[in-house]
T-cell receptor, first 112, second 113 residues
Framework: QQQVKQSPQSLIVQKGGIPIINCAYE??????FPWYQQFPGKGPALLIA?????SEKKEGRFTISFNKSAKQFSLHIMDSQPGDSATYFC???????????FGTGTRLTVIP | KAGVTQTPRYLIKTRGQQVTLSCSPI?????VSWYQQTPGQGLQFLFE???????NKGNFPGRFSGRQFSNSRSEMNVSTLELGDSALYLC????????????FGPGTRLTVL
């Protein structure tokens, strides 16, 4: 059973566009929601993370929106660049950054 | 600061064999977690070690085991390999605070023939 559901599976946007990746969860005990970026041949790298006491968090061009009542969170990438082309994973855990439950990933392609 | 290192990077084994993968965490990190990444199942948590003790375990059969040494380096062992064990095995380390970030290594690509 997938604890965290992620969509879409793939996404193609033009340079400068704002791709949005969505995730949903069921377990209300989750209290840590990170997003990871993975390039081919590399391990995932943490982009940004949020806890359920805030509804939005921005770091550079990356923004997480969090809707606790709907049990959904999303990643927005502002002014996307070809270098942002990668696979993005949302995740959730209880009590911190250990034992992460990952979404299935979104392959993002940014066209120049 | 050096990142998480994993050896070997690539490995080919045959069914029935066993394999040991190694992970060296970031200096000062005492928590090491292992994940399996496959195209079908995505990233799945295997187990976490902290100060040489297994602290959490995912839903994998007993063929998957691990250990951590006093210098925080960790090894993962898979016995009686099956074709379905072909995957990228990722190691991640973090500090001891629950708010610390988890840093992943580049992974070991295991192919079982």
């Amino acid at each position: 059973q997938q604890q965290v559901k992620q969509s879409p599976q793939s996404l193609i946007v033009q340079k400068g566009g704002i791709p949005i990746i969505n995730c949903a969860y069921e377990n209300t005990a989750f209290d840590y929601f990170p997003w990871y970026q993975q390039f081919p041949g590399k391990g995932p790298a943490l982009l940004i993370a949020i806890r359920p006491d805030v509804s939005e968090k921005k770091e550079g061009r990356f923004t997480i929106s969090f809707n606790k009542s709907a049990k959904q969170f999303s990643l927005h990438i502002m002014d996307s660049q070809p270098g942002d082309s990668a696979t993005y994973f949302c995740a959730a855990s209880i009590g911190g950054a250990n034992n992460l439950f990952f979404g299935t990933g979104t392959r993002l392609t940014v066209i120049p | 600061k050096a990142g998480v290192t994993q050896t070997p990077r690539y490995l080919i084994k045959t069914r029935g064999q066993q394999v040991t993968l190694s992970c060296s965490p970031i200096s000062g990190h005492r928590s090491v977690s292992w994940y399996q990444q496959t195209p079908g199942q995505g990233l799945q948590f295997l187990f976490e070690y902290f100060s040489e003790t297994q602290r959490n375990k995912g839903n994998f059969p007993g063929r998957f085991s691990g250990r951590q040494f006093s210098n925080s380096r960790s090894e993962m062992n898979v016995s009686t390999l099956e074709l379905g064990d072909s995957a990228l095995y990722l190691c991640a380390s973090r500090g001891q605070l629950s708010t610390d970030t988890q840093y992943f290594g580049p992974g070991t690509r295991l192919t079982v023939l």
